[in-house]
């Protein structure tokens, strides 16, 4: 790991009206980092990856992250559309919901295709071979290329999802509940297909999970959040082996269902 925070997190709050999305949340990233982000249903974990991921504006608080060519940017102050750029090239992001993060009607192929297209790649048979070498690394067949991913199950439309945010060569991915609606024979698959592809490409993370076993699997760090509050932080081990607040202590015993 590098000296530098890849991002600081400095007092992040969303309200929405009188209600607390998320208060007062302070953290660093670091590159190749995997941070896991728990809680309870309704505990602000999604508004959280929302507003650090620039997806939902913050009503306070600050992000900066480390560009590639190692200057720091305020991402709530950087021009829309390098932004978009960041967005589209450094950073993934994979939605509970495939349909969210795919286009359902264009092929597999140009899915995958299409985020290369976007960094300046011109050459159909380079894009074509990247996508399909893609496609073998997420274990879908070289064969469905030319399938729309609306003709797949769901975990394989995860898988293609995974495949159309990592084919850039991003530094950052964030994730909101990746095996949420798939069966459990079919999370067990993808979650070792996520652990082997961060730790190959060296990716830093922020998975949102209401699963601990997700976050003992991918996350060397995590945060417990409750009612909008990050109530407990540490070394993914410690906070499972050694829960030191209440609320965590419950959750790790089962006794809460989250
Ligand atoms: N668009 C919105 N407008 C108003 N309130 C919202 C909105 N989105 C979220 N909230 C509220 O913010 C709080 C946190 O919601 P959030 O979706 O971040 O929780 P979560 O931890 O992701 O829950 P889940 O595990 O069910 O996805 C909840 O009280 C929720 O009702
Ligand atoms: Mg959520």
């Not at 009188?18 to 208060?23: E, L, S, T």
């Not at 469905?144 to 990592?166: E, V, W």
């Not at 003992?216 to 407990?232: Q, T």
Request: proline share 3%.
């Amino acid at each position: 790991m590098s000296e530098a925070p890849l991002l600081k997190v400095r007092d992040v709050s969303k309200f929405y009206g009188q209600r607390i999305g998320c208060k007062e949340v302070t953290f660093d990233l670091w590159p190749g980092e995997v941070l896991a982000i728990v809680g309870e249903s309704g505990s602000g974990k999604t508004t959280l990856l929302n507003c650090i991921s620039t997806r939902l504006m913050p009503s306070t608080g600050s992000v900066e992250y480390a560009m590639r060519d190692g200057s720091i940017r305020d991402l709530y102050h950087m021009g829309e559309a390098e932004r978009r750029f960041l967005m589209r090239t450094d950073w993934g992001f994979v939605h509970q919901n495939p349909a969210d993060g795919l286009r359902m009607t264009v092929s597999a192929g140009a899915n995958v295709g299409e985020r290369l297209m976007a960094i300046g790649n011109r050459h159909y048979g380079n894009i074509r071979s990247t996508a399909l070498d893609w496609l073998t690394r997420v274990e879908i067949g070289t064969d469905r290329i030319d399938d729309a991913p609306r003709a797949f199950s769901g975990g394989m439309r995860q898988r293609l999802q995974i495949a159309r945010n990592l084919v850039t060569g991003p530094r950052l991915v964030f994730m909101d509940e990746p095996t949420g609606g798939l069966d459990v024979s079919v999370q067990a698959r993808l979650l070792d297909l996520v652990r082997g592809l961060v730790n190959d490409l060296g990716l830093a993370a922020i998975i949102v999970t209401h699963d601990l076993a997700v976050a003992r699997l991918l996350s060397h760090r995590m945060m417990v959040m409750k009612d909008g509050h990050v109530i407990e932080h540490g070394l993914t081990d410690r906070v499972l082996d050694d829960p030191r607040e209440p609320y965590t202590q419950l959750l790790v015993s089962s006794i809460l269902q989250v």
